[in-house]
């Protein structure tokens, strides 16, 4: 079966996340997203644990479904998807996840990795939390800080359950990775030791993709994910997975730890230089860098004088042994996209969270059932004619990554640009012309 997954989020209980991280936001937006199985977060959290096992249901092994009972305010929107999930299926699936945050103390330097923690069942859930609740406060946020070796969270969640998977997020960004500049990493073998086999995946995160990690020959043997780790439920789906394989926990553990392009179709991507981390500089002195004038400076800031925040460009630069646009054997093929709304509200000269852009949205999920499926599928003529000739067009230089960036740095997002003012209406005047 052919799904789109979605394995790292947070809920409402995690830090500068939206009030409506909840089940049943989350199963409404999978369902105008397009997301087959989304991971819930968060489940070290009490609160988030408890509304869990109370609204979702088993399903497929290892899945979790909305129950029937609370599946009722999806249906009174009548522009949501109406062929995105049919009736058999039963919407939007489930999978148990959750992300720490591990901050110790190892070979002389702080470390401070972020890691994703994937399990079957609630019964090993609750097994996991109370072995971590011994080392920390697991109620204080939805992404407990631990002041615990990445290595020995890997022990403790396998020796629970070898059915589990640990991922390291967001492998590049400076202050929470594996990678990351300030406080990483230069290999995985020097972050997990002797259980280093048990590494199958890596999260790319929203600044690097699948061609700048493939400048790693360390990576080969890993498998790159890509997930949202969204804060909102819009925003769920921006990054994410396609399978095609048995719709099932182990169906997917089973690709994600054998790879190959017939199970693990390809990865959906932010354009990288989008994120927020991809390009070196100091948000508040208005510096932005790339790998090689940082260097000219000794990656000291031009005006503050200050060490620059190195972004991902810049350390994967580092580590790399291979030339730029290198590709390994069995590569998983990439697809970088940009969310429908921040198209719709360059192609209307508005912002993305606007009431224009709302409408045309919402109409366009009407017709076409979900966003994915105007993404990645739809005809530019047939986007055209149920909307309009701009958003077409928008959609169709996203696909042939025809867009301007100015690249993200410091924690700040990149700017992305589709059309030129100049270029806004042009394209409806040139059809009503024909």
């Known amino acids: 079966m052919k799904f789109v997954a979605d394995l790292h989020i947070h809920s409402k209980y995690s830090r500068a996340t939206a009030r409506d991280m909840d089940v049943d936001h989350l199963n409404k937006w999978a369902q105008i997203k397009g997301i087959k199985v989304l991971g819930t977060g968060d489940f070290t959290h009490h609160l988030w644990l408890k509304e869990l096992k109370e609204k979702l249901e088993p399903a497929e092994p290892g899945l979790f479904k909305l129950k029937k009972k609370n599946n009722l305010a999806v249906k009174k929107d009548d522009w949501l998807p109406q062929n995105g999930h049919s009736q058999e299926d039963e919407g939007t699936r489930f999978l148990l996840s959750s992300e720490i945050s591990c901050i110790y103390s190892k070979n002389e330097s702080v470390r401070k990795i972020h890691i994703i923690v994937l399990a079957p069942s609630f019964k090993i859930v609750e097994k996991i939390n109370t072995r971590l609740s011994w080392i920390g406060n697991l109620k204080s946020d939805g992404r407990p800080i631990l002041g615990l070796d990445a290595k020995e969270l890997l022990k403790i969640v396998l020796t629970i359950s070898d059915e589990c998977m640990v991922i390291p997020s967001h492998i590049w960004t400076p202050w929470f990775s594996l990678f990351g500049s300030k406080s990483g990493f230069d290999s995985i073998e020097e972050c997990f030791d002797e259980y280093s086999n048990y590494i199958y995946a890596v999260e790319t ?52 730890k054998n790879p190959s392009p017939n199970k693990f179709l390809e990865t959906i991507e932010f354009f990288p230089q989008e994120g927020r981390y991809h390009y070196d500089g100091h948000r508040k002195c208005e510096v932005m860098l ?145």
């Open 205 to 256: 995160g929203l600044s690097s993709d699948p061609e700048m990690n493939w400048r790693l020959s360390a990576l080969d043997k890993i498998t790159l994910i890509s997930n949202s780790d969204s804060h909102s439920p819009y925003r769920i789906g921006r990054e994410a997975n396609i399978f095609d394989t048995d719709l099932s926990y182990h169906g997917i553990m089973d690709v994600i």
């Open 290 to 434: 790339t790998p090689q004038e940082s260097r000219k400076l000794n990656d000291i800031c031009p005006k503050c004088k200050k060490p620059l925040t190195l972004g991902t460009m810049r350390r994967i630069d580092d580590l790399a042994d291979r030339k730029q646009g290198d590709k390994p054997n069995q590569a998983i093929p990439f697809r970088r996209m940009i969310p429908l709304d921040e198209i719709i509200g360059d192609a209307k000269g508005v912002g993305s969270r606007t009431k224009t852009v709302e409408v045309e949205y919402k109409n366009l999920i009407k017709r076409f059932g979900t966003e994915f499926n105007i993404l990645l599928s739809a005809g530019q003529e047939e986007i055209s004619r149920v909307s309009c000739p701009e958003i077409a067009e928008g959609v169709n230089r996203v696909r042939q990554e025809k867009v301007n960036i100015e690249p993200g740095h410091d924690g700040e997002y990149g700017k992305i640009e589709i059309f030129k003012e100049e270029e806004r209406g042009s394209f409806s005047k040139q059809d009503s012309l024909f």
